[in-house]
Structures are given as C-alpha cells and as structure tokens.
C-alpha cells in the first residue's frame, strides 16, 4: 500500500527572469565584439545545454537558455570544442548524464546541430598520442568534423616570452574561423578552452587580425555578495576541487568595488594579464578578472528570497552527494567536510531537505513490518507539483524506487491503492529471466526495468497507460532515498529527470551490483 502524505498545492516560484537574461547578456556580449572589431574569442564554461545547477539555484532559469543566446547570435559566431586528451584516455565521466567525457562531445556537436549550430572543429588539447585520443580523433574524422590537436606549451606558466613565441602558441595548429565571435567550449574544467583561445589570438596577430578575449560563465554571479548562497552553492557544486570564491582584489583596487570570482581565476590573473600584453604588443585589454567576463546571470534574478532559499537546497544536495562520493571511494573526506562546514555557515542542515524524513521513516516502517530483502530495508520518498509527499519500500518484487514511482503515478492518475499496474505474470516473467537467463542474483525489479514493464502493461491495462502519461509530471520532483541506488535505478531515475538525493547506504550485501 502506498503512503501518502497529502500536503498543500505547491505553486511553482520563480525568482529568475530569462527574457530579461537574455537581453542583457546578448547586449554584454555585442558590445564586447564591438571592442576588439576584427574577432572575439569567448570562452564558455559551464554546461551550455541541461545546465541544471543553475535551473535549480535560480528557479525560472530555462536550463538551455545560453544555446538559445547563441541561437540568437548563430549568424555571428563559429563554435570551436576542446576536450582535454586526458580526460578521454581516463575515461572521464559526466556526472549528470552518466557518460565519459568522449561521449559527451559527440552529443554536444548533435546537440548543437539540433540546434541549428554547426560546431567548426574540435580540438583535443594536451595532446600525447594518447591511445583513446587517437581513437577519438580517427571516429571524428571519419565522419567530416574537423580536428585539430594541441600539446603541452612550452614554457608554461612562468615563462612568458617562450609561451607567447613561435615555440610555445606558435607550435599549435591554427583553427580557421570566419565569423566575428568565436565561442571556445569543451566539456568540464581543464579542457583547455583558455588554451585554446589564448593560441588562437597570438596566430590572430602573428597575421594582423586583432582579436581580443573575453569569459563568459554563469557562477559565481560577480554581483552578488561572496556569501550569498546562489554563490556558496557553486563552491558547494565544486568542493572536490578545493577552489573558494573570494573578492576579486584586482577590481577592488581598479574601480574601489567589490565583485566576485573564483580564486583560481584571480591567481591567475597576472599571468593571464601578462600573456594578452605580450600577444597584443603591450596593449592592457583588462584590470581584472571581473572585467574579462560578461556574464549578466545577477540581473536576471527578480526574487532573492526565492533563489536564496532555492540555493541552500542544492548545497544540502551536493552535500548527500559527497557523502555518497565518499563512501564509493571517488573523493576525499576533505570534501564532505567542506560542504558540511559550507552548510554551517549558512545554517542548514540535511533534515531541511523536506523528503529526506519521510524516506527515512519509510524504511523504518519497512524494518518494523520485517519487509524489505534478504534483511535490507530501503526507503524512498518523493515530493509531488501538488505537495503531497509519496513513499515507497523496497520488497522481494521490487526496489524502493520502483514502488516510489509507481505509488506515485498511482496518485497522479487517481489510481486506486489496491489496483495492480503491473500484472503479477509480468513480474514473476521479468524475476525468472534475471534468475534463469542473466544468473543474476538480485532478481527483484529495479525502476528500469519496472518502467519496461509498466509500459508493456499499458498495452493492455487502460489504467496503465494513464499511469505511463503521468511520468512526465514526475520530471525535476524531489526525491530522497536511504540508499545508494543499484545502476538500474540509477538509469531509471535519471531519466526521469528528477533530483535525488541518497543516504550513503548501500542497498546490498554484495560488492558487485548489476
């Protein structure tokens, strides 16, 4: 039987306004171009499509609206990709998508083509004749996309003359561009994408044509406080890196304000300062690293309150997911712990998130009733667009998350409790295949399987077809479990596009799961 909580409609605020984001970021970026005349290199950081970090600090936020900003200027720009060599040869993964790096640019350049932006080239950058490099290139290659390959720069960081000197930029390849904006992109910090427009404007005056760069990158937002949570948030989002947002002291000095960035761009600064000086003849472009970016993110924000509180919500997100990280070995204490004091400071805690208690006492529930599998008791809950908050326990049949989302489309759909979505010979059909065929151990139904099911169901269950129409009422629902999901799970969930959160528990005895 499902549990239900009912609570009160939960209208959906905003506190972000992209028509006037959009505005205001296009004019930044125009006027940019205007200023350096012949070309603009604009390195893009962050996700340009599903930036979901920023749609959920900034509710409102439309999660493609920087594709839907180069949309605008698509006649204005060519777009270059970089993808670091390492990252491909460790196999790097995305976190969000669930794929490596490598994989990631190949749906970038689809996506853009969907987009009606074709991506002028790709460049592997640090470039070592790596194995799955090579691979990577050979795949692009054979189907027309222009690649390009840069190593290591000579003299790099310190020595300036040799970097900006035809042994150090001058030894890459030269990208050909033809518009006035060039947007440098690449999947994940590292990816060489200042590299790369850094080379690209030393081969521009090397030939006389003055190009000039400029970054542009949502977080953290200049022009709000440095302890604002939308700002504390993204250091939350980056803990693993140990990087801190800090007062930009170069534009404090400058201009006598006070305005935001990241550390590792203000260490860098004079260094990067120096490298433009020396490219451009000794022309100073910037004062700080402040001025180097046009991203207008803050004025598109209409409700603080609504966005402040939106932000504390994601660090207690990030801050399950670095415990979870922590206990699969992927990241060091230190990184729980820089979240957790992140979490301090801004007076919150993990209870705050609304579905962690309910998941938690479901699967207390769970243990009571002595349910749960082989003696594990998972909990799961979910809160709904109408505020009601669904649980769901694991069982022999299935998984927490299984019997989460079918409670929850139940309710959705006005589905009585002691209706049958999924016909006891489907599940019993799907275990004996897990056993009998696959050898596998677990045989209850993870939620992947369970929507396969569900939509095998809805060819001839009426009531099941309704239910399969009211997962998309699901999507960016919150979501708590009390252990890690299985990969099945995992899959499922994500493609649902919900935000979850877990305890970190593992969900089995055995170390291997499939």
């Known amino acids: 039987m499902p549990s239900r909580i009912e609570g009160k409609y939960m209208n959906v605020k905003r506190g972000f306004d992209n028509k006037r984001y959009l505005i205001e970021q296009s004019r930044a970026i125009l006027e940019r171009v205007e200023r350096f005349k012949d070309k603009l290199y604009l390195e893009l950081g962050g996700k340009v499509l599903f930036d979901y970090h920023a749609a959920r600090v900034l509710p409102g936020f439309d999660p493609n609206v920087k594709m839907r900003l180069l949309q605008k200027l698509k006649d204005k720009i060519d777009v270059i990709l970089c993808i670091y060599a390492g990252d491909i040869e460790k196999k790097k993964v995305r976190a969000d998508f669930g794929i490596t790096y490598d994989v990631d640019a190949l749906k970038t350049i689809d996506d853009f083509k969907g987009w009606g932006i074709a991506i002028s080239a ?132 400058a201009y006598d304000e006070k305005t935001v960035n990241y550390n590792r761009d203000v260490d860098a600064f004079p260094l990067l300062k120096r490298i433009i000086e020396k490219i451009t003849g000794g022309v100073e472009y910037y004062k700080s690293p402040t001025d180097m970016g046009v991203n207008k993110a803050g004025f598109g924000i209409t409700d603080d309150e609504i966005v402040s509180e939106a932000a504390k919500q994601e660090v207690i997100r990030r801050c399950f997911r670095y415990q979870c990280e922590y206990t699969m070995g992927l990241v060091d204490r230190e990184s729980v712990q820089r979240v957790e004091k992140l979490m301090e400071n801004l007076g919150i805690k993990l209870e705050d998130r609304k579905v962690v208690g309910d998941a938690r006492r479901a699967a207390h529930e769970c243990r009571l009733k002595g349910k749960g599998n082989e003696n594990v008791f998972c909990g799961a809950a979910i809160e709904l667009p109408d505020g009601s908050i669904i649980t769901g326990k694991n069982s022999s049949l299935m998984h927490a998350s299984s019997s989460l989302i079918l409670n929850s489309v139940k309710h959705l759909a006005k589905i009585p409790d002691n209706m049958h979505l999924l016909p006891p010979s489907i599940i019993e059909s799907i275990r004996r295949f897990r056993k009998d065929v696959l050898n596998k151990k677990m045989v209850s139904l993870n939620l992947e399987e369970t929507l396969i099911a569900l939509c095998i169901s809805a060819a001839t269950n009426p009531a099941a077809e309704i239910a399969v129409e009211k997962l998309k009422d699901l999507r960016d629902c919150e979501v708590h479990l009390t252990h890690l999901p299985t990969p099945g799970d995992e899959a499922g969930l994500r493609k649902l596009r919900l935000n979850i959160t877990c305890d970190p528990n593992f969900s089995t005895k055995d170390l291997f799961v499939c």
């Open 122 to 253: 790709v460049v592997i950058t640090r470039f070592e004749n790596q194995p799955s490099a090579i691979a990577f290139k050979n795949k692009l290659q054979h189907r027309g996309i222009r690649v390009y390959t840069h190593g290591f720069t000579n003299g790099y960081p310190y020595d300036v003359d040799t970097i900006v000197s035809q042994d150090g930029y001058g030894r890459n390849q030269y990208i050909e561009t033809s518009k006035p904006i060039v947007v440098i992109t690449g999947p994940g910090p590292g990816s060489g994408k200042l590299a790369t427009c850094l080379s690209q404007m030393y081969h521009d005056h090397m030939r006389g044509v003055k190009s000039g760069y400029a970054k542009f990158e949502t977080f953290p937002i200049w022009n709000l406080p440095l302890k604002h949570p939308v700002n504390v948030a993204y250091e939350a989002a980056t803990a693993e890196l140990g990087d801190v947002n800090v007062i930009d002291h170069f534009h404090l000095d």
